[in-house]
Protein backbone atom coordinates (compact mmCIF):
# COMPACT_ATOMS: atom_id res chain seq x y z
CA UNK A 1 0.00 0.00 0.00
CA UNK A 2 1.98 3.05 -1.56
CA UNK A 3 1.75 6.77 0.48
CA UNK A 4 2.45 9.31 2.65
CA UNK A 5 1.93 8.55 6.77
CA UNK A 6 2.65 10.67 9.30
CA UNK A 7 2.33 9.94 13.00
CA UNK A 8 1.34 10.82 15.52
CA UNK A 9 -2.43 11.96 14.43
CA UNK A 10 -2.50 14.25 17.64
CA UNK A 11 0.77 15.65 19.65
CA UNK A 12 0.78 17.57 22.55
CA UNK A 13 4.04 19.83 23.37
CA UNK A 14 4.61 21.37 27.22
CA UNK A 15 6.39 24.21 27.49
CA UNK A 16 9.84 24.26 26.29
CA UNK A 17 10.00 21.14 25.07
CA UNK A 18 10.74 19.93 21.89
CA UNK A 19 8.53 17.08 19.79
CA UNK A 20 9.30 15.35 16.37
CA UNK A 21 6.22 15.08 13.89
CA UNK A 22 7.05 11.67 11.53
CA UNK A 23 6.56 11.60 7.61
CA UNK A 24 7.17 8.93 6.13
CA UNK A 25 6.70 8.07 2.40
CA UNK A 26 7.19 4.71 0.28
CA UNK A 27 6.40 6.20 -3.11
CA UNK A 28 10.20 6.84 -3.62
CA UNK A 29 9.99 10.22 -4.02
CA UNK A 30 12.57 12.38 -3.82
CA UNK A 31 11.88 15.45 -2.68
CA UNK A 32 9.48 16.21 0.40
CA UNK A 33 8.29 19.35 1.93
CA UNK A 34 6.51 20.18 5.17
CA UNK A 35 3.51 23.18 5.58
CA UNK A 36 1.52 24.53 8.73
CA UNK A 37 -1.45 25.07 7.94
CA UNK A 38 -3.57 27.48 10.06
CA UNK A 39 -7.36 27.94 11.04
CA UNK A 40 -8.96 29.41 8.16
CA UNK A 41 -5.83 29.75 6.22
CA UNK A 42 -4.04 28.46 3.56
CA UNK A 43 -0.57 26.32 3.83
CA UNK A 44 3.09 28.01 4.83
CA UNK A 45 6.29 26.15 4.01
CA UNK A 46 8.29 25.39 6.93
CA UNK A 47 11.29 23.40 4.91
CA UNK A 48 12.22 21.37 1.96
CA UNK A 49 14.43 18.71 0.61
CA UNK A 50 14.77 17.71 -3.16
CA UNK A 51 17.62 15.31 -1.83
CA UNK A 52 19.08 13.28 0.56
CA UNK A 53 21.23 14.86 2.70
CA UNK A 54 19.91 18.19 2.05
CA UNK A 55 17.29 20.72 2.80
CA UNK A 56 16.24 24.29 2.87
CA UNK A 57 14.42 27.03 4.68
CA UNK A 58 10.87 27.93 3.21
CA UNK A 59 8.94 30.52 4.35
CA UNK A 60 8.30 30.21 8.03
CA UNK A 61 11.69 27.99 9.33
CA UNK A 62 12.11 29.77 12.59
CA UNK A 63 11.70 27.17 15.35
CA UNK A 64 11.29 24.49 13.11
CA UNK A 65 14.05 21.47 12.24
CA UNK A 66 14.11 19.26 10.04
CA UNK A 67 16.63 16.31 8.65
CA UNK A 68 16.92 13.61 5.95
CA UNK A 69 19.05 11.19 6.40
CA UNK A 70 16.97 8.50 4.05
CA UNK A 71 14.85 9.22 1.33
CA UNK A 72 11.79 8.19 2.37
CA UNK A 73 11.97 9.98 5.83
CA UNK A 74 11.70 13.70 6.47
CA UNK A 75 10.93 14.34 10.44
CA UNK A 76 10.41 17.57 11.30
CA UNK A 77 11.22 19.39 15.15
CA UNK A 78 9.19 21.76 16.79
CA UNK A 79 11.94 23.51 19.17
CA UNK A 80 11.13 25.64 22.15
CA UNK A 81 12.39 29.06 20.20
CA UNK A 82 8.31 28.28 18.02
CA UNK A 83 6.25 30.17 19.85
CA UNK A 84 3.26 29.53 18.54
CA UNK A 85 3.58 25.80 17.44
CA UNK A 86 -0.59 24.98 17.85
CA UNK A 87 -1.39 24.36 14.00
CA UNK A 88 -2.31 21.55 11.55
CA UNK A 89 1.32 20.23 9.83
CA UNK A 90 1.29 18.50 6.51
CA UNK A 91 3.93 16.56 4.93
CA UNK A 92 4.00 16.20 0.94
CA UNK A 93 6.32 14.76 -1.48
CA UNK A 94 6.59 15.02 -5.05
CA UNK A 95 8.53 12.97 -7.99
CA UNK A 96 8.49 15.36 -10.35
CA UNK A 97 9.26 19.05 -8.14
CA UNK A 98 6.24 19.67 -9.23
CA UNK A 99 3.18 17.78 -8.24
CA UNK A 100 3.07 17.78 -4.68
CA UNK A 101 1.15 14.78 -2.96
CA UNK A 102 -0.25 14.99 0.92
CA UNK A 103 -0.07 13.21 4.11
CA UNK A 104 -2.77 12.94 6.28
CA UNK A 105 -1.94 15.56 8.67
CA UNK A 106 -0.29 16.02 12.66
CA UNK A 107 -2.66 18.03 14.70
CA UNK A 108 -0.17 20.16 17.32
CA UNK A 109 -1.71 21.17 20.68
CA UNK A 110 0.29 22.71 23.15
CA UNK A 111 -0.53 21.90 27.03
CA UNK B 1 5.54 37.17 -9.02
CA UNK B 2 2.74 34.49 -9.18
CA UNK B 3 -0.29 34.29 -7.54
CA UNK B 4 -3.83 32.87 -7.36
CA UNK B 5 -7.12 34.45 -6.12
CA UNK B 6 -9.56 32.14 -5.18
CA UNK B 7 -13.23 34.90 -5.39
CA UNK B 8 -15.63 33.06 -2.71
CA UNK B 9 -14.51 32.23 0.99
CA UNK B 10 -17.85 30.16 0.69
CA UNK B 11 -19.84 28.36 -1.88
CA UNK B 12 -23.67 27.10 -1.04
CA UNK B 13 -25.22 24.89 -3.38
CA UNK B 14 -27.94 22.05 -3.13
CA UNK B 15 -27.24 18.55 -3.80
CA UNK B 16 -27.55 17.68 -7.62
CA UNK B 17 -26.87 21.26 -8.75
CA UNK B 18 -23.73 22.47 -10.54
CA UNK B 19 -20.88 23.35 -8.66
CA UNK B 20 -18.69 26.07 -9.72
CA UNK B 21 -15.54 27.30 -7.78
CA UNK B 22 -13.83 30.34 -9.12
CA UNK B 23 -9.79 30.67 -9.43
CA UNK B 24 -7.98 33.61 -11.31
CA UNK B 25 -4.56 33.48 -11.56
CA UNK B 26 -1.23 35.91 -12.25
CA UNK B 27 1.53 34.96 -14.01
CA UNK B 28 4.24 36.06 -16.40
CA UNK B 29 4.51 32.86 -18.27
CA UNK B 30 2.40 29.70 -18.17
CA UNK B 31 1.17 28.49 -15.31
CA UNK B 32 1.26 25.26 -13.56
CA UNK B 33 -1.99 24.89 -11.70
CA UNK B 34 -4.06 22.47 -9.24
CA UNK B 35 -6.82 22.00 -7.35
CA UNK B 36 -7.14 20.42 -3.96
CA UNK B 37 -9.12 19.05 -1.85
CA UNK B 38 -9.36 19.15 1.81
CA UNK B 39 -11.93 17.66 3.74
CA UNK B 40 -11.27 18.02 7.56
CA UNK B 41 -8.95 17.49 9.80
CA UNK B 42 -7.36 15.39 6.60
CA UNK B 43 -4.53 15.75 4.24
CA UNK B 44 -5.04 17.43 0.86
CA UNK B 45 -5.89 15.64 -2.18
CA UNK B 46 -5.04 16.22 -5.60
CA UNK B 47 -8.22 16.91 -7.73
CA UNK B 48 -6.40 17.96 -11.11
CA UNK B 49 -4.10 19.79 -12.46
CA UNK B 50 -2.91 21.90 -15.76
CA UNK B 51 0.34 21.57 -17.20
CA UNK B 52 -0.44 23.55 -20.89
CA UNK B 53 -1.01 19.91 -22.45
CA UNK B 54 -5.31 20.54 -22.90
CA UNK B 55 -7.04 23.53 -21.64
CA UNK B 56 -10.17 21.69 -20.41
CA UNK B 57 -8.60 19.22 -17.70
CA UNK B 58 -10.75 16.53 -16.12
CA UNK B 59 -10.16 15.47 -12.86
CA UNK B 60 -11.21 13.09 -10.43
CA UNK B 61 -15.07 12.33 -8.52
CA UNK B 62 -16.21 14.31 -11.71
CA UNK B 63 -14.59 17.42 -11.04
CA UNK B 64 -12.80 19.62 -14.08
CA UNK B 65 -11.31 22.93 -14.55
CA UNK B 66 -10.86 24.97 -17.47
CA UNK B 67 -7.44 26.75 -18.56
CA UNK B 68 -8.85 30.29 -19.72
CA UNK B 69 -5.61 32.84 -20.84
CA UNK B 70 -7.57 35.43 -21.82
CA UNK B 71 -9.81 35.51 -18.29
CA UNK B 72 -6.83 34.39 -16.40
CA UNK B 73 -8.71 31.74 -14.82
CA UNK B 74 -9.15 28.61 -13.63
CA UNK B 75 -12.44 27.71 -12.26
CA UNK B 76 -13.60 24.34 -11.07
CA UNK B 77 -16.45 22.84 -11.61
CA UNK B 78 -18.72 19.87 -11.24
CA UNK B 79 -22.40 18.80 -12.80
CA UNK B 80 -24.00 17.96 -10.08
CA UNK B 81 -23.14 17.99 -6.02
CA UNK B 82 -22.74 15.35 -4.08
CA UNK B 83 -22.82 15.18 -0.16
CA UNK B 84 -19.38 14.06 -0.14
CA UNK B 85 -18.04 16.79 -2.08
CA UNK B 86 -18.40 19.49 1.29
CA UNK B 87 -14.81 20.59 2.04
CA UNK B 88 -12.22 23.20 1.38
CA UNK B 89 -10.45 23.51 -1.74
CA UNK B 90 -7.65 25.04 -2.54
CA UNK B 91 -6.77 26.78 -6.07
CA UNK B 92 -2.76 26.21 -6.07
CA UNK B 93 -0.10 27.54 -8.71
CA UNK B 94 3.64 27.01 -8.78
CA UNK B 95 6.82 29.70 -8.99
CA UNK B 96 9.39 29.60 -10.81
CA UNK B 97 11.83 27.38 -7.72
CA UNK B 98 8.97 24.58 -7.88
CA UNK B 99 6.71 26.43 -4.70
CA UNK B 100 3.88 25.96 -4.56
CA UNK B 101 1.38 29.01 -3.51
CA UNK B 102 -1.86 28.73 -2.12
CA UNK B 103 -5.48 30.11 -3.04
CA UNK B 104 -7.25 31.20 0.51
CA UNK B 105 -9.36 28.67 -0.17
CA UNK B 106 -13.33 28.19 -0.88
CA UNK B 107 -15.42 26.60 1.85
CA UNK B 108 -18.05 24.47 0.03
CA UNK B 109 -21.58 23.82 1.69
CA UNK B 110 -23.83 21.00 -0.23
CA UNK B 111 -27.30 21.32 1.40
CA UNK B 112 -29.32 17.99 1.75
Known amino acids: DGGITQSPKYLFRKEGQNVTLSCEQN?????MYWYRQDPGQGLRLIYY???????QKGDIAEGYSVSREKKESFPLTVTSAQKNPTAFYLC??????????FGPGTRLLVL | AQSVTQLDSHVSVSEGTPVLLRCNYS??????LFWYVQHPNKGLQLLLK??????LVKGINGFEAEFKKSETSFHLTKPSAHMSDAAEYFC??????????FGSGTRLLVRP
Open chain 2, 27 to 32: SSYSPS
Open chain 2, 50 to 55: YTSAAT
Open chain 1, 92 to 101: ASSIDLKTQY
Open chain 1, 49 to 55: SQIVNDF
Open chain 1, 27 to 31: LNHDA
Open chain 2, 92 to 101: VTMDSSYKLI
